[in-house]
């Protein structure tokens, strides 16, 4: 379980996040939802530990507080242009002290990218950079693992790979934090929806709440209503 407690973050003179409280539950898959500059990533970025509040506390459970038990997949690529796939792999293998193991064949499979191995990352499309991306960033295993906008310019079937992947992993209690504005994506990876605006936290709900339920969420702007609206049904 990870918990924020009335948590806020201050850049300069601006508040990027305003003491926002809310729990993440082990196995959950949850979306951050909300638009552009609502400041999703900035609260990822503060659970998965890589910037630090300005108040307010977050705190991890006995499972999450191990040495690899987060996983950060940010929105910008943080690949090597010129190593390979298998290279890549194996670079960041060695920086954890970890072996070739069940898991990352499977990972390997299941994203199948024996399909370009020996290919060199600047030779790659950008939905296979991604699939690389996605490896790299679970190496280590992770019990919880928060992905901003893993899916931008992955195609079908690239798309359908990472979501089996990460479905799989999480049907064996891997807990799913992520930001996309990709509705399918939505529909297909999440159960729990925390609605965002301005840096504030303004609903928690489930996805069907949100789309099938119609259910009512005073103070959203007519934005983020916009947003939500296209997809009920
Ligand atoms: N390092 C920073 N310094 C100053 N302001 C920042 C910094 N990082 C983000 N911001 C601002 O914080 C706000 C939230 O940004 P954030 O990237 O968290 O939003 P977001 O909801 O993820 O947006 P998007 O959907 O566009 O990715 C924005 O107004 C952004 O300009």
Redesign the pocket.
């Given at each position: 379980m990870l918990q924020l407690n009335s948590v806020s973050y201050q850049?300069?003179k601006?508040d990027?996040?305003q003491s926002v409280s809310a729990t993440v539950q082990p196995g959950d898959r949850l979306t951050?939802f909300?638009?552009?500059?609502?400041?999703?990533?900035?609260?990822?970025?503060l659970m998965a530990g890589i910037i630090q509040p300005s108040s307010g506390t977050i705190t991890y459970d006995d499972s999450l507080s191990g040495k690899n038990a987060i996983g950060y997949i940010p929105?910008q690529l943080a690949l090597f242009e010129n190593l390979t796939v298998k290279e890549h792999l194996r670079f960041y293998q060695k920086m954890i002290g970890s072996k070739t193991n069940p898991f990352m064949n499977e990972m390997i499979e299941t994203l199948q990218l024996k399909d370009f191995w020996n290919k060199r990352i600047d030779e790659l499309s950008g939905g296979m950079k991604r699939k690389v991306n996605l490896t790299v960033g679970m190496i280590q295993q992770p019990k919880i693992v928060f992905l901003?906008?893993p899916f931008v310019g992955v195609d079908l079937a690239a798309k359908h790979d990472m979501l089996n992947w990460l479905n799989r992993l999480n049907s064996r209690g891997v807990t799913i934090v992520f930001?996309t504005?990709d509705w399918q994506v939505i529909h297909e990876l999440a159960d729990k929806m925390w609605l965002?605006e301005n840096?504030d936290l303004l609903h928690e709900a489930t996805v069907d709440e949100v789309v099938h339920d119609h259910i009512e969420l005073p103070d959203t702007s007519s934005a983020l209503q916009k947003m939500i609206s296209f997809h009920r049904y």
């Amino acid at each position: 379980m990870l918990q924020l407690n009335s948590v806020s973050y201050q850049k300069g003179k601006s508040d990027l996040i305003q003491s926002v409280s809310a729990t993440v539950q082990p196995g959950d898959r949850l979306t951050i939802f909300g638009p552009n500059g609502a400041g999703k990533s900035t609260l990822m970025r503060l659970m998965a530990g890589i910037i630090q509040p300005s108040s307010g506390t977050i705190t991890y459970d006995d499972s999450l507080s191990g040495k690899n038990a987060i996983g950060y997949i940010p929105q910008q690529l943080a690949l090597f242009e010129n190593l390979t796939v298998k290279e890549h792999l194996r670079f960041y293998q060695k920086m954890i002290g970890s072996k070739t193991n069940p898991f990352m064949n499977e990972m390997i499979e299941t994203l199948q990218l024996k399909d370009f191995w020996n290919k060199r990352i600047d030779e790659l499309s950008g939905g296979m950079k991604r699939k690389v991306n996605l490896t790299v960033g679970m190496i280590q295993q992770p019990k919880i693992v928060f992905l901003d906008e893993p899916f931008v310019g992955v195609d079908l079937a690239a798309k359908h790979d990472m979501l089996n992947w990460l479905n799989r992993l999480n049907s064996r209690g891997v807990t799913i934090v992520f930001v996309t504005h990709d509705w399918q994506v939505i529909h297909e990876l999440a159960d729990k929806m925390w609605l965002m605006e301005n840096g504030d936290l303004l609903h928690e709900a489930t996805v069907d709440e949100v789309v099938h339920d119609h259910i009512e969420l005073p103070d959203t702007s007519s934005a983020l209503q916009k947003m939500i609206s296209f997809h009920r049904y």
